[in-house]
């Protein structure tokens, strides 16, 4: 059972899972065995391999390392001794098939990319900056009224107002807030329109747009599309490094 308990904790250390305090307890309880510091370093080793996505060198990698730190020759003296035998042996094939099949599974694209978990991934509201006219016009009260619902994220009240408001006005600004209310509430067929439009006007709307307008292509899983409009932000672009990583993503 002791045996079982120190795995385990070698495993979530692994894995990342403990807190600074717990991980050090483990660190200062190999500190106290030998046999427990051998099997600590070998763990961390094991978990680099994690990090290698090449399954020839994860080959080599995995190998080396029973080499380097030798495995028992004599029968173990205890089920125990068997056990932890067992857990390394395991855990190095593991390793080696678990890392296969990732390899293989990547070139012959097995795990296909989601675009729409990716969208969602990165749809973020945008912060609301427009200035708000202190006059009675009809207009203005539906922009104040759509802008502070978008604020308390209640965006379907927002695109109701906003609507209204650009029906009216025609402003690009407020246009760019309804197409990304609209997106929120995964209502893309309203939303492509209107960033369409906001590709033709200069400056922050048309890169905002250009920027949302990826996302809702790929809530519509037309990535193709998405692949399009990522490649036309300049890296200059406040967007510009999170297209880059969305479409080292879908690449």
């Given amino acids: 059972m002791e045996q079982m308990e120190w795995q385990e904790k070698l495993r979530a250390l692994s894995a990342g899972e403990l807190t600074p305090d717990e991980a050090a307890k483990v660190l200062r309880e190999a500190a106290e065995s030998e046999t427990k510091q051998a099997e600590l370093q070998f763990s961390q080793k094991l978990t680099t391999v994690l990090k290698e996505r090449d399954l020839f060198e994860v080959k080599g990698i995995v190998a080396g390392l029973i080499m380097e730190e030798g495995l028992p020759t ?29 390899f293989i599974g ?54 109701q107002y906003l609507k209204s408001y650009y029906a009216q006005v025609q402003d690009g600004n407020a246009g760019l807030f309804l197409a990304i209310s609209h997106l929120m509430e995964g209502e893309t067929d309203q939303a492509t329109p209107i960033l369409l439009n906001g590709l033709q006007r200069p400056g922050p709307i048309q890169e905002a747009s250009r920027w949302y307008l990826a996302l809702a292509y790929l809530q519509r899983a037309d990535t193709q599309a998405a692949i399009n409009t990522l490649e036309a932000i300049p890296a200059s672009s406040i967007y510009g490094p999170e297209a880059q990583e969305l479409l080292e993503s879908l690449k």
């Fill in 106 to 159: 990547k070139r012959m694209a097995w795990w296909a990319i989601d675009p729409q978990a990716l969208a969602q991934q990165y749809l973020q509201p945008m912060e609301n900056v427009i200035y708000l006219e202190d006059n009675e016009a009809p207009a203005i009260e539906d922009l104040r009224q759509g802008m502070a619902a978008y604020d308390q994220q209640n965006y379907r009240k927002a695109a």
């Fill in 74 to 102: 004599a029968e173990p003296s205890s089920w125990l001794g068997k056990l932890g035998l067992n857990w390394i042996l395991g855990l190095s094939l593991f390793l080696l098939l678990g890392t296969g099949v990732f």
